[in-house]
Antibody
Framework: EVQLVESGGDLVQPGGSLRLSCAASGFTFSMYSMSWVRQAPGKGLEWVSIISSDGGVTFYADSVKGRFTISRDNSKDTLYLQMNSLRAEDTAAYYC????????????????WGQGTLVTVSS | EIVLTQSPDILSLSPGERATLSCRASQSVSSSSLAWYQRKPGQAPRLLIYGASSRATGIPDRFTGSGSGTDFTLTISRLEPEDFAVYYCQQFDSSPTWTFGRGTKVEIK
């Protein structure tokens, strides 16, 4: 059974930093891209970042580019999101999501998700 | 950036009824890149449909995805009690960007 368990969410002051982790199990972690998706209170889902299966390729939403860094440790089956220069608008539940098997070489959707970890940015 | 608009915001139906959910894109979306998810309170989102019309693993055949271009539809043929939830559409484009709609809540009438 695929399991994705996020951790690291917390209350942090504006301008602060936080690192989220996502522990994966139930599948061959090193074979799939992984992503972070967030949902702010009362808002819809927003894709944040994605990393290729080997960690060599990353992409970010414009809203977090230059502030957030996605990474992975395939030896530990763990995905990370380093969040710096946090802003109030980064307040959200952050979800780890597994990329579905590639179709035409692309991750087009996410086939398993975690339960999320809550990040609150407030003074 | 492609914007996905879902309608209606809320759909009030009874068990056994048919649900029709709409997802309209601000510009044409490849059918291979349109997905639908189900989200229940306190649970992780679940992939229902990918490639606009292919059911994900373990998804019952009462869930059907259809559409092309800018208009896509998720149909639930006969609502079961466990189907009352929020449904999101999502598209992928080659920027690359993954974009979600705001969701449609299917609630018990």
């Amino acid at each position: 059974e695929v399991q994705l368990v996020e951790s690291g969410g917390d209350l942090v002051q504006p301008g602060g930093s936080l690192r989220l982790s996502c522990a994966a199990s139930g599948f061959t972690f090193s074979m799939y891209s992984m992503s972070w998706v967030r949902q702010a209170p009362g808002k819809g889902l927003e894709w944040v970042s994605i990393i290729s299966s080997d960690g060599g390729v990353t992409f970010y939403a414009d809203s977090v580019k230059g502030r957030f860094t996605i990474s992975r440790d395939n030896s530990k089956d763990t995905l990370y999101l380093q969040m710096n220069s946090l802003r109030a608008e980064d307040t959200a539940a952050y979800y780890c999501a597994k990329g579905a098997p590639l179709r035409s070489g692309r991750t087009r959707e996410f086939d398993y998700w975690g339960q999320g970890t809550l990040v609150t940015v407030s003074s | 950036e492609i914007v996905l608009t879902q309608s209606p915001d809320i759909l009030s139906l009874s068990p056994g009824e048919r649900a029709t959910l709409s997802c309209r894109a601000s510009q044409s979306v490849s059918s291979s890149s349109l997905a639908w998810y189900q989200r229940k309170p306190g649970q992780a989102p679940r992939l229902l449909i990918y490639g606009a019309s292919s059911r994900a693993t373990g998804i019952p055949d009462r869930f059907t995805g259809s559409g092309s271009g800018t208009d896509f539809t998720l149909t639930i043929s006969r609502l079961e009690p466990e189907d009352f939830a929020v449904y999101y559409c999502q598209q992928f484009d080659s920027s690359p960007t993954w974009t979600f709609g705001r969701g449609t809540k299917v609630e018990i009438k």
